[in-house]
């Protein structure tokens, strides 16, 4: 108490001192919390660290990876600011989202193209039909469709090894989706794995393996492994490329990636900054990235988007058709 007495006409500056200590670890404090696809997180990784650079650290941006689903599952509960996505947002999702009052803006960042690959010692497979997909990725396939012979006779009478990303990946989602006509339906004796590189590991080491991951992981591992050319039903086998991709030739595996922003999270200075920063900067982040940028026409749309927000999705809870996406990107959104 003798101190408190001592020194009690030091006190109101003490705390005016401390107030402004506190108010400036509260203010520093801020976050931008993200979370969703590992297929988009690398392009909001590097976003994050380039605006984080510019701003001196301020605000935080904590980044997760728990696949879109789990992504979607947090952001619909509030718990995450930004959804890193890989495919647009479901109807379950967007059912969630409303119970829970959350508004949404969905904005389209790169495009994406799932890649089919082979190991370099396979000659026969160098291109394929996504009917010969279908067939093998199949669940009913399961113990039918075992060898390459299988799938065409003149093939090796080889056991295929399959690799694919995890069950809970929109990577995998979209791919049974679009080629075997429903998600989660994928035949069992293969190897399912979260981690690109065990999916990489398996196909590198094996010529009798078949795998498919997102565009930009091949990229970087282009020397081991052989891109598979697919022939959509049009008579004509593409591989991924800028070119194919945005002009529809590579389909159905192209898709478009997206961040989902929460309307709450759009009211906070620094929320928008980040945001308009993305913008800005994601044409040329995607393509030193691997990704394919969208054209520039439509990341000044998605600025314009962004001063007058309009909530919801422009696909109505729909998988990605392989529509252009200047063509859906024109229809109003709804939530």
Same mark, same amino acid.
């Given at each position: 108490?003798?101190?408190?007495?001592?020194?009690?006409?030091?006190?109101?500056?003490?705390?005016?001192?401390?107030?402004?200590?506190?108010?400036?670890?509260?203010?520093?404090?801020?976050?931008?919390?993200?979370?969703?696809?590992?297929?988009?997180?690398?392009?909001?990784?590097?976003?994050?660290?380039?605006?984080?650079?510019?701003?001196?650290?301020?605000?935080?941006?904590?980044?997760?990876?728990?696949?879109?689903?789990?992504?979607?599952?947090?952001?619909?509960?509030?718990?995450?600011?930004?959804?890193?996505?890989?495919?647009?947002?479901?109807?379950?999702?967007?059912?969630?989202?409303?119970?829970?009052?959350?508004?949404?803006?969905?904005?389209? /960042?790169?495009?994406?193209?799932?890649?089919?690959?082979?190991?370099?010692?396979?000659?026969?497979?160098?291109?394929?039909?996504?009917?010969?997909?279908?067939?093998?990725?199949?669940?009913?396939?399961?113990?039918?469709?075992?060898?390459?012979?299988?799938?065409?006779?003149?093939?090796?009478?080889?056991?295929?090894?399959?690799?694919?990303?995890?069950?809970?990946?929109?990577?995998?989602?979209?791919?049974?989706?679009?080629? /075997?006509?429903?998600?989660?339906?994928?035949?069992?004796?293969?190897?399912?794995?979260?981690?690109?590189?065990?999916?990489?590991?398996?196909?590198?080491?094996?010529?009798?393996?078949?795998?498919?991951?997102?565009?930009?992981?091949?990229?970087?591992?282009?020397?081991?492994?052989?891109?598979?050319?697919?022939?959509?039903?049009?008579?004509?086998?593409?591989?991924?490329?800028?070119?194919? /991709?945005?002009?529809?030739?590579?389909?159905?595996?192209?898709?478009?990636?997206?961040?989902?922003?929460?309307?709450?999270?759009?009211?906070?200075?620094?929320?928008?900054?980040?945001?308009?920063?993305?913008?800005?900067?994601?044409?040329?982040?995607?393509?030193?990235?691997?990704?394919?940028?969208?054209?520039?026409?439509?990341?000044?749309?998605?600025?314009?988007?962004?001063?007058?927000?309009?909530?919801?999705?422009?696909?109505?809870?729909?998988?990605?058709?392989?529509?252009?996406?200047?063509?859906?990107?024109?229809?109003?959104?709804?939530?």
């Amino acid at each position: 108490m003798l101190a408190i007495r001592v020194h009690s006409r030091y006190s109101l500056a003490l705390l005016t001192f401390l107030l402004f200590v506190l108010t400036q670890v509260g203010a520093q404090a801020e976050s931008i919390r993200i979370d969703g696809s590992s297929t988009v997180y690398p392009l909001t990784e590097s976003m994050a660290e380039e605006f984080g650079r510019a701003r001196n650290g301020d605000p935080r941006i904590l980044l997760g990876i728990s696949g879109t689903t789990g992504g979607f599952r947090l952001f619909c509960r509030g718990l995450a600011d930004i959804a890193n996505a890989s495919r647009p947002i479901n109807k379950e999702e967007m059912t969630a989202c409303a119970k829970a009052g959350i508004r949404y803006l969905e904005l389209p /960042v790169a495009f994406d193209a799932i890649t089919v690959v082979i190991n370099p010692r396979n000659t026969w497979a160098r291109s394929m039909t996504v009917a010969e997909l279908s067939r093998i990725w199949d669940q009913e396939s399961e113990g039918l469709v075992t060898r390459w012979s299988d799938v065409r006779p003149e093939w090796p009478n080889e056991k295929i090894n399959l690799f694919m990303p995890g069950l809970n990946s929109a990577t995998s989602e979209y791919f049974l989706q679009v080629i /075997v006509g429903k998600t989660k339906s994928s035949r069992r004796d293969l190897t399912c794995s979260e981690n690109d590189n065990i999916l990489l590991q398996g196909v590198a080491r094996d010529t009798h393996a078949l795998g498919f991951f997102g565009y930009p992981y091949y990229l970087n591992n282009a020397d081991k492994l052989t891109a598979v050319a697919i022939d959509c039903g049009c008579g004509e086998a593409v591989r991924p490329s800028s070119e194919t /991709v945005l002009a529809g030739r590579y389909f159905p595996l192209s898709r478009p990636l997206f961040i989902y922003v929460r309307e709450s999270a759009l009211k906070r200075p620094a929320m928008r900054e980040f945001l308009e920063f993305y913008l800005r900067n994601a044409e040329q982040g995607a393509r030193e990235m691997g990704y394919f940028p969208l054209p520039t026409k439509l990341y000044r749309q998605a600025l314009e988007r962004l001063g007058k927000p309009q909530f919801g999705t422009v696909f109505d809870g729909k998988t990605w058709t392989g529509l252009h996406i200047e063509e859906v990107l024109s229809h109003a959104p709804k939530e």
